[in-house]
């Protein structure tokens, strides 16, 4: 016994030059189960397909992104670079000077 689950949604495609592009999304999932042949009766043979359509339409509209939105992104990992940076600068001096103090002291083995 074969049984296909499929699902659609319809889906809405929204270009940037203002062109609709109306389709649908598919699903598809397979299930197999074999027969036996001792004659008990348990079990149809066939072939099974049950759909599923989504009630609710997916949409995918395409949008340019401003200049000042590039600007913010570029100025965002300029600063996450900067506190790595500094995160790794304190981390080696209090370790440099740690390690320094106990030299000092005989303590370094």
Avoid: W
């Avoid at 203002?18 to 598919?26: A, I, M, R, S, Y």
């Avoid at 339409?57 to 500094?86: D, Q, W």
């Amino acid at each position: 016994m074969y049984q296909y689950f499929i699902k659609v949604v319809p889906t809405m495609y929204e270009a940037l030059d203002g062109k609709v592009l109306n389709t649908n999304q598919f699903s598809v999932t397979e299930h197999y189960k074999g027969l036996k042949n001792d004659n008990s009766g348990h079990g149809l043979p066939g072939l099974f397909f049950m759909y599923e359509l989504s009630p609710i339409m997916v949409k995918f509209s395409e949008a340019r992104k401003s200049f000042a939105h590039f600007l913010t992104g570029v100025c965002a990992i300029i600063g996450g670079v900067f506190t790595v940076a500094g995160l790794l600068d304190a981390f080696l001096y209090h370790s440099m000077r740690s390690l320094k103090a106990k030299v000092e002291i005989g303590k370094a083995n």
